[in-house]
């Protein structure tokens, strides 16, 4: 489990080292970083066996919703395990994420425990 | 003037009599109508006089104020594309900050995990070192036997020297576990401080937040005091459209809630189920609600 490839998408700089330290330290060596869902979905077209991707929701020229959305339709990579990880935390935000097709949802400021803790409950579901 | 001329003069006469006999006989009404009518409209005017008076009093205190704002709001406007930038240079020294703060914490933390390498590197080394000299003791108790003598006294003091130096090679094992658990718990920490760093994402988004609402009130201002002012209203303030969320807030507690009530939609498994809850539970769950729920 901990050799998947993980996709963490986030504009903001401090967020994208919190969640690349959080996730080496619960043992996922392999993350790649992407800064907004334009950035994320070339990097998703050059990585290989991106198996789980990690991303904000409030993000400049492509925000994580519309992101999901493409990832979902897409027949490539439309089965990788997506979670939203965002301060928005309103049940129609939750709801909308949902729609859009992500697998879980964290609510910013997460706890390295509930981060793992998802992570491995949709790596076990797939 | 011919006969003629006269005629007609005299007709003339005639309907101009007629039209002054109507207008005798109408004179009375009118008067009368424009007395009522006159009437009607001083009362309304004798009920609208205060209210007139007191909208003259207002508009005297007003128009100060309004020629005050006219004078300064503008020149206030005119900082609020300042006052953003400020914003903006605050967002960006925190995030500098807090990535110089990550560098200092990622340091120490390899630093730690170095000492920590080294440390069990001496503890295992000192572990075999307990180990040989516990076996040479052992093979120096075998050849004493139950000797006596001077030699055998010898040889006892040396067995009471080796069960010295394991009690104390012991006692420096234990400490340096002690010293290596130690380590471990600053570097908890140290990650802990890692993940409160969140902060500055957070607080960027309230910026931002705040930032947008500043940018509408700057629009306002300028639609508002444009044509009252010859003075050059304030420029254009500069969001990053649809990177915030306006109700980001760096609060655990609450972050909890909201993380509960996430999952609890995802535990449901279907949208369906998702909007039963919300029906269920209304627009803001609180923990009573969530609580119950389980229960």
């Keep these: ?126 | 003037m011919t006969e003629q001329d006269i005629q007609k003069l005299v007709q003339e006469l005639d309907q101009v009599r007629s039209h002054v006999l109507i207008f005798e006989t109408h004179l009375p009404d009118i008067i009368k109508g424009a007395r009522t009518h006159a009437k009607a409209h001083l009362l309304v005017f004798k009920d609208s006089f205060p209210r007139l008076r007191h909208t003259v009093e207002f508009a005297e205190q007003v128009v100060p104020t309004i020629d005050r704002m006219i004078r300064i709001w503008p020149e206030k406007a005119g900082s609020i594309p300042q006052a953003t930038s400020n914003l903006r240079k605050v967002t960006e020294a925190t995030e500098m900050a807090t990535t110089e703060i990550m560098d200092v914490v990622d340091g120490i933390t390899e630093q730690i995990e170095d000492l920590k390498a080294r440390l069990q590197a001496q503890r295992n080394s000192l572990g075999e070192g307990i180990k040989s000299v516990d076996e040479k003791r052992q093979k120096v108790e075998a050849c004493l036997g139950d000797g006596k003598g001077p030699k055998a006294q010898v040889l006892k003091e040396v067995v009471q020297w080796q069960q010295s130096l394991e009690s104390t090679l012991g006692e420096w094992g234990r400490t340096l576990d002690e010293v290596v658990q130690g380590l471990e718990g600053i570097n908890d920490s140290l990650f802990q401080i890692l993940n409160a760093l969140q902060f500055q994402d957070i607080t960027a988004q309230q910026i931002e937040a705040t930032k947008a609402i500043l940018a509408e009130l700057n629009e306002e201002i300028k639609a508002l005091f444009k044509g009252f002012t010859q003075m050059e209203l304030g420029g254009r303030v500069e969001v990053r459209r649809g990177t915030f969320d306006k109700q980001a807030n760096y609060d655990r507690k609450e972050a909890k809630r909201k993380q509960r009530m996430a999952d609890q939609i995802f535990e449901e498994g279907s949208e369906r189920d998702a909007e039963k809850v919300r029906e269920e539970v209304g627009e803001m769950v609180s923990q009573d609600d969530i609580d119950a729920i389980f229960e």
């Design chain 1, 1 to 126: 489990m901990a050799s998947v490839k993980i996709l963490a998408v986030d504009d903001s700089v401090t967020m994208r080292r919190i969640l690349t330290n959080t996730l080496k330290r619960a043992g996922f060596d392999q993350v790649v970083e992407a800064e907004d869902g334009i950035d994320a979905w070339a990097k998703l077209q050059t990585e290989d066996n991106v198996g789980l991707i990690l991303t904000d929701w409030n993000m400049p020229n492509m925000s994580g919703l519309e992101f999901v959305k493409k990832v979902r339709s897409d027949p490539k990579f439309g089965n990788v395990p997506i979670i939203m990880v965002t301060a928005r935390g309103v049940k129609d935000d939750v709801l909308e994420a949902m729609r859009a097709g992500v697998n879980s949802y964290i609510v910013k400021p997460f706890t390295p425990q509930v981060l793992k803790e998802k992570i491995e409950k949709v790596l076990s579901s797939v």
